[in-house]
């Protein structure tokens, strides 16, 4: 009989190694006893070293069981090394075993893997850091949680990626986790909640009492998303009782109140289709003649949910044209080019070349913002080439109008709509090609797609390259 000891604190690695040398050895699972560093131990067991494990032996398994195993480790029933061990000694045979939905492991593994991963969604969700000190230029941030399982290290990375521009402590009683700016640790020792507080708490309950819509409240499916053992941790959880109890009143002020005026574009979207307004010929015309033109633009259906026509900057005579894909959330509110996320790294990169800002042109192939909403966020969606070739036309009133010797399309929309859809960016960038005769087109990314590159080593990487377009850019700017 074997007796593992394991300290059980979501460790993959510690199980897998234990059940390797076992299972290689033909160590059937009923002559095993797994038990977790702590448990009362029996006094008269005997204890017999792992068998050893020869070089040239070797054991596979099914990819979806590491997958599985990594998270009904983490949960914190005892039975669930066993559990695993049995599964992983009829794989031996059963091959398919975890496609056999009725099988009694499997459920009982998917049922842990499923309430680790639930635990693994409440801790995204619940967290609630709180500012503790300042330390140079960086902020440090603490919080407590209380998890059903050992999750601290499998959602480590989560926190990483999400909040690497602060330093921050996660402390729960099944472990910690902390990034520095530089190093991620992550520890299974058990912490103590800390007494701390946030001067913001108060900012945030003011916020969550203001979104708070009695007339959608569901108290069930309110406190099945947010169960009430979370409440503790949850600085507006205090103010729940009350918006509960106010909510019917509320709800009966709310309907004696007159309807607000819908937004403008709404009216917009109900008018009949207009027809293009003529816009006066490029050697008749001057550039803010064709960008208040513009401003009525319905060439296509864009124009009905975006706020506003979002129309090129720059000088009226340009040697350089950066053209990119389309306004963004930011900029379709500013009504101005490149001021969002992508607007920044952009602004950024020319700068440290020593492109003035200022002395080119910038500008999209679509000139409204294409976007599907979900609650409250407007999700960008990329223009079909239906709608890029509609808005060609104010590009090229652009392009006649500034005169640019040297036009840079920023991803492949921008290639698509100057090349009318030949050619592809992964193929053309970073090569100057004849465009219109007399003008020379070159092509790099957008800038927004450095911003979803989610590896750090990669986005650095990325950035690099992009830096050296601009710089050739620049290069090509001072060659003229």
């Known amino acids: 009989m074997y007796h593992i000891r394991l300290r059980g604190r979501g460790d993959l690695a510690e199980w897998r190694q234990c059940a390797r040398a076992l299972v290689l050895a033909e160590t059937p699972p009923e002559t095993i ?28 398994v099914p990819a979806a069981f590491v997958s599985l195993a990594q998270r009904v480790i983490c949960h914190s029933d005892p039975t669930r090394f066993d559990l ?46 709180k500012e503790v000190e300042v330390i140079a230029s960086r902020r440090r941030f603490l919080a407590w949680f209380e998890p059903e399982h050992f999750i601290v290290g499998l959602k480590a990375p989560f926190f990483r990626n999400r909040f690497a521009d602060m330093d921050w402590m996660i402390l729960t ?3 910690s986790a902390g990034w520095d700016g530089e190093e991620l640790s992550v520890s299974d020792e058990p912490c103590q909640k800390p007494d701390i507080s946030d001067t913001t708490d108060d900012l945030w309950k ?100 975006a706020t506003q026509t979002v129309f090129g900057e720059g000088p009226e005579r340009a040697d350089v044209m950066f053209v990119g894909e389309q306004p963004g959330d930011q900029e379709d509110l500013a009504g101005r080019p490149f001021v969002g996320p992508a607007g920044k ?37 990329r223009p079909n080439m239906g709608e890029v070739r509609a808005c060609r036309w104010w590009l090229d009133l652009e392009l006649d109008l500034i005169r640019p010797k040297l036009v840079v399309a920023l991803g492949a929309t921008a290639l698509a709509s100057l090349t009318d859809g030949h050619g592809k960016l992964s193929e053309m960038r970073g090569q100057v090609l004849t465009f219109d005769n007399d003008r020379r087109l070159f092509v790099t990314i957008h800038p927004s797609y450095l911003l979803r590159i989610p590896d750090r080593e990669r986005k650095e990487s990325e950035m690099a390259r992009f830096r050296e377009d601009i710089l050739k850019i620049k290069e090509l700017m001072t060659a003229d």
């Open 345 to 381: 790294v952009f602004d950024q990169v020319v700068q440290e070349v020593g492109i003035d800002r200022k002395a080119v042109y910038v500008t999209n192939a679509v000139k409204h913002f294409k976007y599907e909403p979900k609650g409250k966020r407007r999700i960008h969606q």
């Open 84 to 129: 695993l061990y049995r599964l992983l000694w009829r794989l031996r045979s059963q091959k398919r075993l975890l496609e056999i939905a009725s099988d009694p492991d499997v459920v009982k593994a998917h049922f842990m893997e499923k309430s680790v991963r639930r635990d693994a969604h409440k801790m995204t969700a619940f967290v609630r850091f």
């Open 173 to 175: 009683p099944k472990g």
């Open 206 to 305: 003011t916020y969550y009492a203001s979104i708070f819509n009695p007339a959608r409240l569901k108290i069930k499916a309110m406190q099945a998303e947010m169960p009430k053992k979370y409440w503790n941790n949850l600085p507006e959880a205090e103010l729940i009782p009350h918006l509960i109890a106010d909510a019917r009143e509320k709800v009966r002020s709310m309907t004696g109140r007159a309807a607000t005026e819908p937004p403008v574009h709404h009216h917009r979207m109900r008018s009949p289709a207009r027809v293009a307004p003529p816009v006066p010929k490029p050697e008749e015309g001057t550039l803010e003649a064709v960008r208040e033109e513009a401003r009525g633009c319905t060439r296509c259906p864009l124009y009905k949910p």
């Open 33 to 60: 006893e797994w038990r977790c560093t702590g448990d009362d131990p029996d006094l008269f067991a005997e204890h017999h070293p792992l068998p050893e494990v020869r070089e040239e032996a070797q054991l596979s």
